[in-house]
T-cell receptor, first 111, second 115 residues
């Protein structure tokens, strides 16, 4: 699976959009980009995933660049409850049934 | 609650003792995973079951670790002769049968402290 690079921490004001970047410059054509988050003392929670196209669900939007070498997770209106560690993960078809987590980005939403 | 359930949530033990964690996955999920997470790190894959078959074990899973899923439902993770380095959060996750979409459903974890 391709390696991902994320900033260790970010801050965001409550009510504003949080934009979390992820670099995956070695991603190959059949690898998906996943985002999970982990609120303190809880298990990770799936947010969204995508291959090439931008994706949106009730939690967030995922913007993948045209060359697929980077992506951005967007939380449109961050709340205090969005404070968590956000993990960007790339999964290939070879790793059929597991995900490899990095250290992620600690997003702190401030009042 | 129909989520992944783990028990106990917290365990404090002395070095050298054995501990066992239990995971009850979401009922219709045939895939079950164990991960370990130490402070400041992301979760690390330990092992994977499809029904009762253990299909992969990480090199992190030393001989002191054993996981079972005897009837393809709940799973146990046992650590024998615990060491201080085993102190971590042990996370269980499950996913449904069929094409693996990458969406895992995690429990809240079992935190182990070895004194």
């Amino acid at each position: 699976d391709a390696k991902t690079t994320q900033p260790p921490s970010m801050d965001c004001a409550e009510g504003r959009a949080a934009n979390l970047p992820c670099n995956h410059s070695t991603i190959s054509g059949n690898e998906y980009v996943y985002w999970y988050r982990q609120i303190h003392s809880q298990g990770p929670q799936y947010i969204i995933h995508g291959l090439k196209n931008n994706e949106t669900n009730e939690m967030a939007s995922l913007i993948i660049t045209e060359d697929r070498k980077s992506s951005t997770l967007i939380l449109p209106h961050a709340t205090l409850r969005d404070t968590a560690v956000y993990y960007c993960i790339v999964r290939g078809r070879g790793s059929n049934y597991k995900l490899t987590f990095g250290k992620g980005t600690l997003l702190t939403v401030n009042p | 609650d129909t989520g992944v359930s783990q028990d106990p949530r917290h365990k404090i033990t002395k070095r050298g003792q054995n501990v066992t964690f239990r995971c009850d996955p979401i009922s219709e999920h045939n895939r079950l995973y164990w991960y370990r997470q130490t402070l400041g790190q992301g979760p690390e894959f330990l092992t994977y079951f499809q029904n009762e078959a253990q299909l992969e074990k990480s090199r992190l899973l030393s001989d002191r670790f054993s996981a079972e899923r005897p009837k393809g439902s709940f799973s146990t993770l046992e650590i024998q002769r615990t060491e201080q380095g085993d102190s971590a959060m042990y996370l269980c996750a499950s996913s449904p049968e069929g094409t693996f979409t990458g969406e895992l459903f995690f429990g809240e974890g079992s935190r182990l402290t070895v004194l």
